[in-house]
């Protein structure tokens, strides 16, 4: 408890001298750290996230369904100054990105779950008279849009596919 109260006293001090009058924009600015990792490999999250103190692992998943920077804080049982410092280390500050990619991972999921019913849904409103005219072109250009954006990705998947079996095929040679 004591220690908690001297980072607090500490961040006061180092967020008095840097200015610290942040708006809740350059919260989610400073929250917002560079997601590319250098090419090293990333230890395992469940390590990572091992390495973390009780508050700011609990900070983390604040961070992650708060808001703000100053909602997650106390959300947290820290200070808002205390919240910058972590995510200025780096321990903390990869734990963080990797959280946030984990739980973006899960909302394309959860979003790719439900684009069969949101088609269903389009079609049925496309092929609905009594529905304005409006919606129903709304909806045609969303189902027509979907298709061609997913025969592009396909033709670019193949087309990826293509060029990492020339190159495969190509060093494979250039060994010899």
Request: include cysteine.
């Amino acid at each position: 408890m004591e220690d908690e109260h001297d980072d607090e006293q500490i961040d006061d001090q180092a967020a008095a001298r840097h200015g610290s009058a942040r708006s809740s924009d350059d919260d989610q600015a400073a929250a917002s750290v560079d997601d590319h990792e250098d090419d090293q490999p990333q230890p395992d999250s469940d390590d990572l996230y091992a390495k973390l103190k009780p508050k700011q692992q609990r900070a983390i998943l604040a961070l992650i369904t708060e808001p703000t920077v100053a909602k997650a804080a106390e959300s947290a049982g820290v200070s808002e100054s205390t919240v910058h410092r972590w995510l200025l280390d780096d321990t903390f500050a990869k734990a963080f990105r990797r959280a946030r990619r984990e739980t973006f991972g899960q909302a394309i999921a959860l979003a790719q779950r439900y684009t069969p019913l949101a088609v269903n849904n389009l079609a049925k409103i496309m092929n609905d008279l009594a529905t304005a005219a409006s919606a129903r072109v709304s909806a045609a250009c969303a189902i027509l849009k979907f298709a061609r954006d997913s025969i592009e990705l396909d033709d670019l998947q193949a087309r990826i596919e293509s060029l990492e079996t020339a190159a495969a095929q190509q060093e494979k040679w250039s060994r010899r």
